[in-house]
């Protein structure tokens, strides 16, 4: 059974840092592009950050573009998402997803993925 599981979500002020990672089980995501999604209450899930198989290709939403950080550990079948200057704005729901194909390049799609994590909590206070 495949299971993505996120962690690292909670509470932080404004200003802030968390480190979201996701851990991967049950088939190794060495070769699928990977993605970090949002979902604030009443919006739609939007993508937050990409990465490609290989880690050498990244993609960021304008809102978050210099200071979130995505990468990935092969070896540890996880990738991470390091977050930076958190704005209350950057509260939301955040879901670790993976491309069920291989070798592709990053992927913006939301429909394009096909396994999701249970999402983690992101909370930022003013």
């Known amino acids: 059974q495949v299971q993505l599981v996120e962690s690292g979500g909670g509470l932080v002020q404004a200003g802030g840092s968390l480190r979201l990672s996701c851990a991967a089980s049950?088939?190794?995501?060495?070769?699928?592009?990977m993605g970090w999604f949002r979902q604030a209450p009443g919006k739609e899930r939007e993508l937050v950050a990409a990465?490609?198989?290989?880690?050498?290709?990244?993609y960021y939403a304008d809102s978050v573009k210099g200071r979130f950080t995505i990468s990935r550990d092969n070896a540890k079948n996880t990738v991470y998402l390091q977050m930076n200057s958190l704005k209350p704005e950057d509260t939301a729901v955040y879901y670790c997803?993976?491309?069920?194909?291989?070798?592709?390049?990053?992927?913006?799609?939301?429909?394009?993925?096909?396994?999701w994590g249970q999402g983690t909590q992101v909370t930022v206070s003013s």
């Open positions: 049950g088939r190794t995501f060495r070769g699928s592009a």
């Open positions: 997803a993976a491309d069920g194909a291989r070798w592709r390049t990053v992927v913006k799609d939301l429909d394009e993925y096909d396994y």
């Open positions: 990465i490609n198989w290989s880690g050498s290709t990244t």
